[in-house]
């Protein structure tokens, strides 16, 4: 893919823009190598675009999805507590 075309996946319908800027249906760009990490390794589909390894390049573990406490936040930033009704909910009556 040239890059400066617009490349739409017939597979999952993501858009790779400029060889590797990739634009999920929700969510921040990407890269193909995070496309790759979460989706394509494992939907296998038929006419997918993002099978190339030096298009997609190096992997690195913040591509894969990870444990929140594994995953480096910005400066001065901090996971937010959960919220109560999320916690009871996933208590069920054991936190009541």
Not at 30 to 39: N, Q, Y
Not at 42 to 58: L, M, R, S, V, Y
């Amino acid at each position: 893919m040239s890059k400066n075309k617009i490349g739409i996946c017939p597979a999952c319908g993501v858009k790779i823009v400029a060889g590797d800027k990739v634009l999920f249906s929700f969510g921040p760009p990407g890269t193909r190598s995070r496309l790759w990490a979460r989706v394509c390794q494992f939907a296998k589909k038929p006419g997918c675009i993002n099978q190339d390894k030096e298009a997609i390049g190096e992997i690195n573990k913040l591509d894969y999805y990870g444990d929140p406490d594994e995953l480096p936040l910005p400066e001065g930033k901090e996971l937010p507590e959960p919220l109560p009704a999320v916690v009871s909910g996933m208590m069920g009556s054991k936190g009541k």
